[in-house]
């Protein structure tokens, strides 16, 4: 173990799961716990390239349709705040294997959807179950790492973490070339299904029964109380979750903006995309170079002052009507690159300081914000007059909510930023 681990809240004598050190044992864990992570962003990304086609098949509107992917985000969020106290109650195993069997089942049924009443109704459910996979592979990780040794392990993890919603919509555009829009929640379901078998063959319980703590709901809301009190916590899970919706925000907008104010093609956006997506990709990597050299704050700290040099300059850019496509794609990859260092390292300086009994709790919690935030703050975008997000609405955004998420870090810290 690091020097940096903390300690956890598991009583003398009891049996804990070592981590793995082979390095064929830690790929098949990140192969799991990517998989797993993978599914819950693949299911709100990949179908909307094909928005136009289901509004027209199920005859409801384009707000209508819309609804579906708030209803997948809203089941996302109260999924894990569901699940995450039922894993640290029950053990990490059988919500997950619940949730992952719902989730395949509910995949299948979208296909077979009469009505956009049903399939909202449907994507709710979808997003309660798909909520097992990001919660307890968060509160896996917890269990067998910590410290430095968690940090290297969530760089790998968060190539898929990333990587999912940003390339989902091109997944699912070149779906509809081959087939209609069912086709993405037969990949789903298979995707979930294949979740499941590695689940119930490769991956072990990491919650010993001693450390296992039931929670009614006075002692649930008492837990929750807690952690919303504690700086420590509140502060780098406010700052994943604000950088979420900057994350956020780009995806929803770009494609708009790119096509409409740059005269791009798709084939060019898609481009674009992959760019920024190699660059999120460098920035895990990069940050897992620096594991055992730099502290984790620091880390953290560089890459949400990155960030926020990035998206100020992409709005002074747009403001001043000097942007240019270059430019804008460059700042955004920048940008990307530093979620690389956001993402994990947030998310280890959460948890880390949160004993084993209560990391499901937790993790759900940071979560839940995660997708609460990133949510409603992306949305912002669309308010202009046009009803349509502009580059200028989008840095406005971007830019915003980089400023709170420096401040959240500082405000958890209690330290200047240097």
């Given at each position: 173990?690091?020097?940096?681990?903390?300690?956890?809240?598991?009583?003398?004598?009891?049996?804990?799961?070592?981590?793995?050190?082979?390095?064929?044992?830690?790929?098949?864990?990140?192969?799991?716990?990517?998989?797993?992570?993978?599914?819950?962003?693949?299911?709100?990304?990949?179908?909307?390239?094909?928005?136009?086609?289901?509004?027209?098949?199920?005859?409801?509107?384009?707000?209508?349709?819309?609804?579906?992917?708030?209803?997948?985000?809203?089941?996302?969020?109260?999924?894990?705040?569901?699940?995450?106290?039922?894993?640290?109650?029950?053990?990490?195993?059988?919500?997950?294997?619940?949730?992952?069997?719902?989730?395949?089942?509910?995949?299948?049924?979208?296909?077979?959807?009469?009505?956009?009443?049903?399939?909202?109704?449907?994507?709710?459910?979808?997003?309660?179950?798909?909520?097992?996979?990001?919660?307890?592979?968060?509160?896996?990780?917890?269990?067998?790492?910590?410290?430095?040794?968690?940090?290297?392990?969530?760089?790998?993890?968060?190539?898929?973490?990333?990587?999912?919603?940003?390339?989902?919509?091109?997944?699912?555009?070149?779906?509809?070339?081959?087939?209609?829009?069912?086709?993405?929640?037969?990949?789903?379901?298979?995707?979930?299904?294949?979740?499941?078998?590695?689940?119930?063959?490769?991956?072990?319980?990491?919650?010993?029964?001693?450390?296992?703590?039931?929670?009614?709901?006075?002692?649930?809301?008492?837990?929750?109380?807690?952690?919303?009190?504690?700086?420590?916590?509140?502060?780098?899970?406010?700052?994943?979750?604000?950088?979420?919706?900057?994350?956020?925000?780009?995806?929803?907008?770009?494609?708009?903006?790119?096509?409409?104010?740059?005269?791009?093609?798709?084939?060019?956006?898609?481009?674009?995309?992959?760019?920024?997506?190699?660059?999120?990709?460098?920035?895990?990597?990069?940050?897992?170079?620096l594991v055992g050299r730099v502290d984790t704050r620091r880390r953290l700290a560089a890459g949400l002052s990155v960030a926020?040099?990035?998206?100020?300059?992409?709005?002074?850019?747009?403001?001043?009507?000097?942007?240019?496509?270059?430019?804008?794609?460059?700042?955004?990859?920048?940008?990307?690159?530093?979620?690389?260092?956001?993402?994990?390292?947030?998310?280890?300086?959460?948890?880390?300081?949160?004993?084993?009994?209560v990391a499901g709790t937790a993790s759900a919690l940071m979560g839940s914000l995660q997708f609460a935030l990133g949510g409603?703050?992306?949305?912002?975008?669309?308010?202009?007059?046009?009803?349509?997000?502009?580059?200028?609405?989008?840095?406005?955004?971007?830019?915003?909510?980089?400023?709170?998420?420096?401040?959240?870090?500082?405000?958890?810290?209690?330290?200047?930023?240097?």
């Amino acid at each position: 173990m690091s020097s940096s681990s903390s300690p956890t809240a598991v009583p003398e004598g009891a049996a804990v799961l070592r981590p793995p050190r082979s390095r064929g044992a830690i790929a098949l864990l990140v192969l799991v716990l990517g998989v797993l992570t993978a599914t819950g962003p693949l299911a709100t990304d990949m179908y909307l390239p094909a928005f136009p086609q289901i509004t027209e098949e199920l005859g409801a509107s384009e707000a209508q349709i819309g609804l579906t992917l708030t209803a997948i985000m809203l089941g996302l969020a109260v999924g894990q705040l569901v699940i995450g106290p039922m894993s640290d109650a029950w053990g990490r195993r059988r919500p997950l294997l619940v949730g992952v069997s719902l989730f395949t089942v509910t995949s299948v049924l979208c296909v077979f959807v009469p009505d956009v009443t049903a399939f909202i109704v449907l994507r709710f459910v979808q997003g309660v179950a798909g909520a097992a996979g990001a919660v307890i592979a968060r509160a896996v990780v917890r269990d067998m790492f910590q410290g430095d040794d968690a940090v290297r392990f969530f760089s790998r993890l968060a190539l898929v973490m990333m990587l999912a919603p940003l390339l989902a919509p091109l997944v699912g555009a070149q779906l509809l070339l081959v087939g209609p829009w069912q086709l993405s929640f037969w990949v789903l379901a298979a995707m979930s299904a294949l979740s499941l078998v590695l689940v119930a063959l490769w991956l072990p319980e990491s919650l010993p029964v001693e450390a296992r703590r039931a929670q009614g709901p006075r002692v649930l809301l008492a837990t929750v109380g807690s952690l919303v009190r504690d700086r420590r916590f509140m502060g780098p899970v406010l700052s994943l979750g604000l950088s979420f919706g900057m994350l956020f925000t780009y995806v929803s907008a770009f494609s708009f903006v790119s096509q409409n104010e740059f005269g791009v093609s798709p084939q060019t956006y898609g481009w674009l995309f992959a760019v920024n997506a190699l660059a999120s990709m460098l920035g895990t990597q990069g940050n897992g170079l620096l594991v055992g050299r730099v502290d984790t704050r620091r880390r953290l700290a560089a890459g949400l002052s990155v960030a926020l040099f990035s998206v100020v300059t992409l709005l002074v850019v747009a403001l001043a009507g000097v942007a240019q496509l270059w430019s804008v794609s460059a700042l955004l990859a920048l940008m990307m690159f530093s979620v690389g260092f956001i993402m994990p390292n947030a998310t280890v300086t959460a948890l880390d300081g949160q004993p084993a009994s209560v990391a499901g709790t937790a993790s759900a919690l940071m979560g839940s914000l995660q997708f609460a935030l990133g949510g409603s703050v992306a949305a912002l975008a669309g308010l202009t007059p046009s009803g349509e997000a502009s580059l200028v609405s989008m840095a406005v955004v971007m830019a915003s909510v980089a400023v709170l998420s420096l401040g959240a870090f500082v405000w958890g810290s209690r330290v200047r930023v240097v």
